[in-house]
T-cell receptor, first 113, second 110 residues
């Protein structure tokens, strides 16, 4: 069974802090994704990566960066946290083959005070 | 990007059948996926459609019409545990990007 693990379920940080969200998958998936989920807006793609050290911007990359130094790990970085980045963050991974669904982690609920 | 629309909320009775619709506009379609998400939990994959028609998986079926940009998820013999949000997602042709609708919250009542 695919396991996508996010490092924290709940996180509270202060405005201006640099925040790291970590995600690890154990199924050797090529693709990894970071989304944020807000009420009424659904899941919005922040960044994704299709290989080690490769990354592509999603729909809302502003204020975020990512790092993929190893295939199994994909990190989301909030360079200088702001209150409008309070949200549920979901990591997902998938195989790079036709018709492969995404597998999600349990999410990190991040509050920026 | 994509424009994906789903109803915000629906209510149905235990044992009944419910249909959740999803319409989309896309620049490069490569599959439509349905996910279930219970409150406070991760989305879990339910089904996908690539070609037109109906795909059946036990109590769940999903239908696709690519020419109409339309899909639905059909849930039969509803159970209380089916109370959850159902997310429609369209996969883009390039880069394996998925675009999600805002989800339909299904309330199953006794």
């Amino acid at each position: 069974d695919v396991k996508v693990t996010q490092s924290s379920r709940y996180l509270v940080k202060r405005t201006g802090e640099k925040v790291f969200l970590e995600c690890v998958q154990d199924m050797d998936h090529e693709n990894m994704f970071w989304y944020r989920q807000d009420p009424g807006l659904g899941l919005r793609l922040i960044y994704f990566s299709y290989d080690v050290k490769m990354k592509e911007k999603g729909d809302i990359p502003e204020g975020y960066s990512v790092s993929r130094e190893k295939k199994e790990r994909f990190s989301l970085i909030l360079e200088s946290a702001s209150t409008n980045q309070t949200s549920m963050y979901l990591c997902a991974s998938s195989l790079d083959r036709w018709i492969q669904p995404q597998h999600f982690g349990d999410g990190t609920r991040l509050s920026i005070l | 990007g994509q424009n994906i629309d789903q109803p915000t909320e629906m209510t149905a009775t235990e044992g009944a059948i419910v249909q959740i619709n999803c319409t989309y506009q896309t620049s490069g379609f490569n599959g439509l996926f349905w996910y279930q998400q219970h409150a406070g939990e991760a989305p879990t994959f339910l089904s996908y459609n690539v070609l037109d028609g109906l795909e059946e998986k036990g109590r769940f079926s999903s239908f696709l019409s690519r020419s109409k940009g339309y899909s639905y998820l059909l849930l039969k013999e509803l159970q209380m545990k089916d109370s959850a949000s159902y997310l429609c997602a369209v996969r883009e042709h390039n880069f394996n990007k998925f675009y999600f609708g805002s989800g339909t919250k299904l309330n199953v009542k006794p």
